[in-house]
């Protein structure tokens, strides 16, 4: 709760507690679980060298345990923290095979997550209409699914979109925007994953 209510420091003490007894129980899945959300604070708390270390531990776990969803979260965790740190490449093929595990699990939530993030990558790719298009894509599946972005998450993603949104005009925006959300969830995955100049 500490960390949805923006409280990281409180959300860090608790998680770190909750790791040192999963190691004492020995609770392997339980300890990746505590490792990537520890990591997540990190990253919201600025530390994203410290925030990757521990998804990739996080990661580790979870394939040596064989656990597909767990994995699939696990990377598009890095993925995020990758992108934070302006490591496209790696960001990308993060999120990729994040798309594969989760299309194999048909997880729709968590691909609106990662077509999130490949508008961000977008962003930083500067092509503003492909991020919009991205945003708009999860959006229609967000509605479709009845999973809305939390105000925490929808804020981080405009603050992300703000500086696609000032290279377009609001019309060239509501027509990317809608652009997305006309798309099928399959037509949408495809095009997150081409790398395409716009």
Not at 98 to 112: G, H, Y
Not at 142 to 155: K, M, T, V
């Amino acid at each position: 709760m500490s960390w949805y209510q923006g409280d990281f420091s409180a959300a860090r003490a608790l998680y770190e507690e909750s790791l040192a007894i999963r190691r004492e129980l020995r609770d392997r899945w339980s300890i990746a679980n505590s490792l990537n959300n520890l990591g997540l604070v990190l990253r919201d708390q600025g530390d994203s060298a410290g925030a990757r270390a521990l998804l990739e531990q996080s990661l580790a776990i979870n394939r040596e345990l064989g656990d597909r969803w767990s994995v699939a979260n696990s990377l598009s965790s890095l993925g995020d923290v990758a992108l934070s740190q302006h490591d496209y490449g790696a960001a990308r093929v993060f999120l990729e095979e994040s798309v594969a595990i989760n299309q194999e699990l048909s997880d729709r939530r968590a691909i609106a997550f990662l077509l999130e993030f490949f508008a961000q990558l977008a962003v930083a790719r500067n092509q503003p209409r492909r991020a919009y298009r991205l945003k708009g894509a999860a959006a229609a599946l967000r509605d479709a699914i009845g999973a809305p972005l939390s105000p925490a998450e929808q804020l981080r993603l405009n603050q992300t979109l703000e500086t696609a949104g000032s290279a377009l005009s609001e019309i060239e925006k509501s027509t990317a925007l809608l652009e997305g959300k006309g798309m099928v969830l399959e037509q949408a995955i495809d095009y997150a994953l081409k790398d395409a100049s716009e």
